[in-house]
Nanobody, 123 residues
């Protein structure tokens, strides 16, 4: 069974950086895209970033574009989210997800989900 484990969250001051990691314990049986989503208290889950199987295609939410970078290392079964210039509005639980085939912005189109990692940005 595919299992995703996110890590790397923590408490950081505004303007700081964090790097989230997502370990994939068993890969899906086909090429798969990966995504990061976040959910703040009292808010809906929102898309953050997505990356294709090869890593050649990425897509970001407007709110994180230019500050966050998604990447992957298929040899290590790892996906990363480098977060720079963090702001208090980035505070949320961040989850990684996998879907067969191409990248997507829609959480409903993802097949596998990891547990979240908390990111808290203080002002």
């Amino acid at each position: 069974q595919v299992r995703l484990v996110a890590s790397g969250g923590g408490l950081v001051q505004a303007g700081g950086s964090l790097r989230l990691s997502c370990a994939i314990s068993k890969r899906p049986d086909s090429e798969y895209a990966m995504g990061w989503f976040r959910q703040a208290p009292g808010k809906e889950r929102e898309f953050v970033a997505s990356i294709s199987w090869s890593g050649s295609s990425t897509f970001y939410a407007d709110s994180v574009k230019g500050r966050f970078t998604i990447s992957r290392d298929n040899a290590k079964n790892m996906v990363y989210l480098q977060m720079n210039s963090l702001q208090p509005e980035d505070t949320a639980v961040y989850c990684c997800a996998a879907r067969r085939f191409g990248l997507s912005l829609q959480s409903t189109e993802y097949d596998y989900w990891g547990q979240g990692t908390q990111v808290t940005v203080s002002s």
